[in-house]
Structure formats: C-alpha cells, structure tokens
C-alpha cells in the first residue's frame, strides 16, 4: 500500500513537470506580447511548481525504496530545501509584479486582443488543474503522510490561483471597452501578491526549523515507549529509541537485541507490529532497527 501510493505519486509529478514545463515557455512569451500582468505572476508561479514538482518527483522515486529498515535522514530536508527555493524565487517575483501593478495604477494601459488566446490557455489550464488535483486527492487518501498532504496542498493552490487568473483575464478581455476596465487587473495581482506574500511566509515558518534536525517532543516520546511495550516479550534486550525529525517526516531508530538463535521471520514480524503501532500514533513514520551491541 505505501509503495503503491508514493508510485502513484511519482507520477502524479512527472507529469505535472512535463505539463508545467512547455505551459512555463507559453505563458511567459504570452504575458511578453500581450503585457497582462496575470500572466507574468502566472509565469512566475508556473516556475516554482516546476521546482516543487520536480522535488516531488524524486523524493516519491525514493520513498519507494525506503524500506523499514533503511536510514534516509536526507529526504525531508531536501523536500524542505525545494520549499525553501521555491519561496525565494516567488517572492522576487512577488516583488516584480507588485512594482508593475504599481505603474499600471499609475498610467494604465489597455488591454491587447493578445488577451482573447491568454483566455483559451488558461482554460487548458484550469482544465489540468483539476484533472491533476483529482489524481492528487486519491493519492492522498491511499496513505497518511506529512509529504502526501503537502502535494495536496500545493495542487489546491495551483487550482485556486489559475481559477482566478482565468477569470480576471477573461472580464479583462470581455469588459476591455468599459472605462477603467483597466484597472481590474493590476488591482487584483496586487491582491494575489499579498495572499502569496503571506501563506509563503506561513510555510517559511514551518519550512526554516524544519531544515534542522529535531527530536520529538516529551508526550511523542512517551506514546513510542508505550508502543515498545507491544514488543517488549518479542526481544531480549530493550536499549533505547532515538527519534529524529526532518521535514515532513519522522524517523524512529529501535535499539533492541533478540536471542543468537532468533530466526528472521521473528525478527521482522516484531519490528512490524511496532512499526503498525508507531502509525497509529504518528502516521507516515519511517521506523529503523538497530541491532544494540553492535
């Protein structure tokens, strides 16, 4: 079931990658030609896409690989990392639209007939959009998991922003005859600007501590110990639990000794059943064994 729903996961973002990419290329000679600056916001929210989804796209490949007893520190902080890229990279483009909304409030331009074919790609767009977010529901659902949710997030937001982009360009063109049609626009990628401005600066709040590594807090610990109580006449020796936290996803290393003649099949049916007990409690964990003495 895990590995099913990272697989269908992986491609969930290979192909918004291979979608976002060529609609990237499109968007940006659009806003060029036509000057909208819904269109110069859309590029340069396309591209943090391309960089999350591509994130996305590995971190989904290794998940898969990620077995129960292997060590993979690495993966949340990467995933944070590629958050952490993509709000920079947003935010100077929040700051560029911003200064050109500014100066169409100031001097105002009319709308160009590009505007009529900036109405039909968005509506491809759109249509993706929810196509995609479908797909990314279901995949949600197949799994609790911190990364999974997070995906889901982002495809809503995709969702939302170009639902909205497609109808302020689409009264832009319509209306582009009534005075101060033009106005419409820039007062609305101003208040895009802000909305972005402040749930990147939310996931920055959550993004920043996650880059470093952390331990669980004293109630988390306490539910795990309970959980190696399940186990405790499956082992000869408990030696401890060393709980890390990165990104998204918690990690839990079992310090335990089993009898010289312990068979495999022993061993990985105990490790099981703590790790289904350690899901219960925080789903999505990647619990590892540690044999102690070693």
Same mark, same amino acid.
């Given at each position: 079931?895990?590995?099913?729903?990272?697989?269908?996961?992986?491609?969930?973002?290979?192909?918004?990658?291979?979608?976002?990419?060529?609609?990237?290329?499109?968007?940006?000679?659009?806003?060029?030609?036509? *000057?909208?600056?819904?269109?110069?916001?859309?590029?340069?929210?396309?591209?943090?896409?391309?960089?999350?989804?591509?994130?996305?796209?590995?971190?989904?490949? !290794?998940?898969?690989?990620?077995?129960?007893?292997?060590?993979?520190?690495?993966?949340?902080?990467?995933?944070?990392? *590629?958050?952490?890229?993509?709000?920079? +990279?947003?935010?100077?483009?929040?700051? $560029?639209?911003?200064?050109?909304?500014?100066?169409?409030?100031?001097?105002?331009?009319?709308?160009?007939?590009?505007?009529?074919?900036?109405?039909?790609? !968005?509506?491809?767009?759109?249509?993706?959009?929810?196509?995609?977010?479908?797909? #990314?529901?279901?995949?949600?659902?197949?799994?609790?998991?911190?990364?999974? #949710?997070?995906?889901?997030?982002?495809?809503?937001?995709?969702?939302? +922003?170009?639902?909205?982009?497609?109808?302020?360009?689409?009264?832009?063109?319509?209306?582009?005859?009534?005075?101060?049609?033009?106005?419409?626009?820039? $007062?609305?990628?101003?208040?895009?600007?802000?909305?972005?401005?402040?749930?990147?600066?939310?996931?920055?709040?959550?993004?920043?501590? %996650?880059?470093?590594? !952390?331990?669980?807090?004293?109630?988390? #610990?306490?539910?795990?110990?309970?959980?190696?109580?399940?186990?405790? %006449?499956?082992?000869?020796?408990?030696? *401890?639990?060393?709980?890390?936290?990165?990104?998204?996803?918690?990690?839990?290393?079992?310090?335990?000794?089993?009898?010289?003649?312990?068979?495999?099949? !022993?061993?990985?049916?105990?490790?099981?059943?703590?790790?289904?007990?350690? #899901?219960?409690?925080?789903?999505?964990?990647?619990?590892?064994?540690?044999? *102690?003495?070693?």
């Amino acid at each position: 079931m895990r590995n099913d729903a990272f697989k269908e996961q992986e491609k969930i973002s290979l192909m918004e990658v291979l979608i976002e990419i060529p609609y990237f290329v499109i968007v940006v000679f659009m806003a060029a030609i036509s *000057g909208s600056l819904m269109l110069m916001l859309d590029a340069f929210e396309t591209a943090g896409v391309i960089t999350q989804s591509g994130i996305s796209y590995g971190l989904s490949r !290794k998940l898969q690989s990620s077995g129960t007893f292997k060590y993979d520190y690495g993966m949340g902080k990467i995933e944070s990392f *590629g958050g952490l890229i993509s709000a920079v +990279f947003l935010f100077i483009g929040l700051l $560029i639209v911003l200064v050109f909304s500014i100066g169409e409030l100031i001097a105002p331009s009319e709308p160009g007939k590009a505007l009529l074919w900036a109405v039909f790609i !968005k509506i491809g767009s759109v249509a993706l959009d929810i196509w995609l977010y479908r797909k #990314q529901v279901r995949a949600a659902k197949s799994i609790e998991s911190g990364f999974m #949710q997070s995906n889901l997030i982002n495809s809503q937001k995709v969702l939302a +922003f170009d639902t909205i982009a497609l109808v302020t360009i689409s009264v832009t063109y319509i209306f582009r005859n009534i005075p101060y049609i033009e106005y419409i626009e820039p $007062i609305i990628c101003i208040a895009c600007v802000v909305w972005f401005a402040y749930m990147s600066v939310k996931n920055l709040k959550v993004i920043i501590p %996650d880059l470093l590594d !952390k331990t669980l807090g004293e109630t988390e #610990q306490l539910q795990i110990i309970k959980c190696v109580s399940k186990i405790y %006449d499956s082992i000869d020796e408990f030696e *401890g639990v060393r709980t890390r936290r990165s990104g998204h996803i918690t990690y839990i290393d079992l310090i335990v000794t089993f009898e010289d003649d312990e068979t495999y099949a !022993k061993i990985r049916s105990t490790v099981e059943k703590f790790d289904t007990a350690i #899901q219960e409690i925080l789903p999505g964990s990647v619990v590892s064994l540690i044999i *102690g003495g070693a």
